[in-house]
């Protein structure tokens, strides 16, 4: 991966280290310098290239989408599209976006859910997600392997939330609390992973086409990273 994505994670890392470090009073602090941190990257890469401000325009819709598709299923705790707009919304536009779509989302629809220890952890599991999908970045990926990644994401995101529960709640670690800690976590992230499955399966050839027509139009994300 390019360097900028290495300091991206780094820097990730160095600030859920400190959360853990500090104690959960610096949560928002720290959501604001990871975004300022991934914001800073993306938008020096943005300058340089000399693009037009449409590329922009794409990530507030990816973001807003989410959100929005957050908020209105509210009800339902572990049914939420973020991930399957999100895994879309980084095949179209690359890794870095990708990484910047999943902290803007995670920390913007926490704004209604509530902000916390976790609103770090869940910028840093989207990132995640977003980082990887970019890689698929124009690359023809049959439906069936989103599909399959759709469904690995539900429990990725659950693992790295798990390690937050972990650090923060279950005391004292061992592999037993450990074990028992995400084993109870698995309804969830069973129930996220296939409800975003069947999400990329019904709706992923439709919406890539829409994002890629998008792309291609206004000549978007060309300068994607090597």
């Not at 507030?60 to 929005?68: N, Q």
């Not at 598709?69 to 973020?82: N, V, Y």
Request: hydrophobic share 60%; net charge positive.
């Amino acid at each position: 991966m390019n360097r900028r994505l290495w300091l991206l994670l780094v820097a990730s890392i160095v600030i859920l280290v400190l959360l853990d470090a500090l104690g959960s009073k610096n949560y928002l602090l720290l959501s604001f310098v990871f975004l300022f941190v991934t914001m800073g990257v993306y938008f020096w890469r943005f300058d340089r290239s000399q693009k037009n401000s449409r590329e922009v325009v794409f990530i507030a819709i990816i973001c807003a989408l989410a959100v929005a598709g957050r908020i209105a299923l509210a009800a339902f705790t572990s049914m939420k599209p973020e991930l399957f707009i999100l895994i879309l919304g980084a095949i179209v536009s690359g890794p870095e976006t990708g990484f910047l779509m999943g902290t803007i989302i995670a920390l913007a629809s926490n704004m209604y859910f509530g902000q916390g220890a976790w609103t770090p952890w869940q910028m840093f599991a989207l990132g995640i997600v977003g980082i990887i999908s970019g890689l698929m970045s124009d690359k023809k990926v049959r439906i069936w392997l989103l599909t399959i990644w759709g469904f690995v994401t539900g429990f990725l995101y659950g693992w790295i939330m798990d390690i937050y529960f972990i650090l923060g709640f279950v005391k004292p670690i061992t592999p037993k609390s450990v074990i028992a800690a995400i084993v109870a976590s698995v309804p969830f992230d069973l129930t996220h992973a296939i409800f975003t499955a069947i999400l990329i399966f019904l709706l992923g050839k439709a919406w890539i086409k829409i994002f890629q027509r998008y792309k291609v139009k206004y000549d978007l994300f060309n300068d994607q990273l090597e």
